[in-house]
């Protein structure tokens, strides 16, 4: 079992920034697909971003292409999500997840992710 708990969320202004962290327990992600999802109210949950050991593939939605970096630390079991130019749109709650199933690539398919964080609430301010 692998438990991930995501901090770093918060209130900023847009054109601000954040970055979350993914801190996992139990097993090495070293070899997980690591990804972030966001989920707004009244919405469904989408995939932000994905990586792939160190920086190897990645992959990001288009609409935080260019302004969010995902990035991985084996050493430190944690994940990171860099948030740069925010927008009141990038308001959600935010979550990790891990895909543990030796999938060779970076996903934006959210069920095929088997662990998932509880969560982190980001709110954009216009």
């Known amino acids: 079992q692998v438990q991930l708990v995501e901090s770093g969320g918060g209130l900023v202004q847009a054109g601000g920034s954040l970055r979350l962290s993914c801190a996992a327990s139990?097993?090495?992600?070293?070899?997980?697909?690591m990804g972030w999802f966001r989920q707004a109210p009244g919405k469904e949950r989408e995939f932000v971003a994905g990586i792939r050991r160190i920086g190897e593939i990645t992959n990001y939605a288009d609409s935080v292409k260019g302004r969010f970096t995902i990035s991985k630390e084996n050493p430190k079991n944690t994940v990171y999500l860099q948030m740069n130019s925010l927008k009141p749109e990038d308001t959600a709650v935010y979550y990790c997840?891990?895909?543990?199933?030796?999938?060779?690539?970076?996903?934006?398919?959210?069920?095929?992710?088997?662990?998932w964080g509880q969560g982190t609430q980001v709110t954009v301010s216009s």
């Open positions: 139990g097993r090495s992600i070293s070899n997980y697909i």
């Open positions: 997840a891990a895909d543990s199933t030796g999938s060779r690539y970076v996903t934006s398919n959210r069920y095929e992710y088997d662990y």
